[in-house]
């Protein structure tokens, strides 16, 4: 199956600083990569998702583009706010062929973002 | 919007008992996903439906069960439980199990269950 491995945290920034969380993956094929953001006491949410090579997923500032040749999907933002505060979790698809909604997480990175 | 909604929000439960899980869908998404996540980690896959029909499996434990009726409401039922089975279990849905719409999940709030 496929495998994904995600810079854990946790993560401390001040607000208006650059952020970035690595991740990388191995795969058969070319998988929908995601990144899955946690707020405290919640389920998860989509942020941000590419489909193809070279794709660039972007939401509320964050960005993550699709690297095939170094298999990464780094997530991004240039200026972080107390709001981003949270768990990101890198994910694709558990293995080639199955059902495409059947995830694989990363370990997850825990965002602290002081003001 | 309505989103993905589970029940109980909190449980506990003795060893050995056993626990039952809901999840209503989204309406019109037609794939369900139950994923267990332990404290500080990240979700496991347990197990999928599509048209009420298992689609796929992931490391769902024996003593565990579930199933899709036709109303696309899923329950996963837990027996003989443990207290390694304490965890938050999130239900997803989506629409379809190929094409893009597939990859696209929508997470309920979660269910955690507590085990004395």
């Known amino acids: 199956g496929n495998s994904v491995t995600q810079m854990e945290g946790p993560v401390t920034l001040s607000e208006e600083a650059f952020l970035t969380i690595n991740c990388t993956y191995t795969?058969?094929?070319?998988?929908?990569l995601f990144w899955y953001v946690q707020y405290p006491g919640e389920g998860l949410q989509l942020l941000l998702k590419a489909t193809k090579a070279d794709d660039k997923g972007s939401n509320k500032g964050f960005e993550a583009t699709y690297r095939k040749e170094t298999t990464s999907f780094h997530l991004e933002k240039g200026s972080v706010q107390v709001s981003d505060s949270a768990v990101y979790f890198c994910?694709?698809?558990?293995?080639?062929?199955?059902?495409?909604?059947?995830?694989?997480f990363g370990k997850g990175t825990k965002l602290s973002v002081k003001p | 919007a309505a989103g993905v909604i589970q029940s109980p929000r909190h449980l506990i439960k003795e060893k050995r008992e056993t626990a039952t899980l809901k999840c209503y869908p989204i309406?019109?998404?037609?794939?369900v996903y139950w994923y267990q996540q332990g404290p500080g980690q990240d979700p496991q896959f347990l197990i999928s439906f599509y048209e009420k029909m298992q689609s796929d499996k992931g490391s769902i434990p024996d003593r565990f069960s579930a199933q899709q009726f036709s109303d696309y409401h899923s329950e996963l039922n837990m027996s003989s439980l443990e207290l390694g089975d304490s965890a938050l279990y999130f239900c997803?849905?989506?629409?379809?199990?190929?094409?893009?719409?597939?990859?696209?999940?929508?997470f309920g709030a979660g269910s955690r269950l507590t085990v004395l």
């Open positions: 795969a058969t094929g070319y998988p929908s």
């Open positions: 309406p019109r998404h037609d794939t």
């Open positions: 994910a694709l698809p558990l293995r080639y062929g199955g059902s495409q909604g059947n995830l694989i």
């Open positions: 997803a849905s989506s629409s379809g199990q190929r094409g893009l719409q597939a990859n696209v999940l929508t």
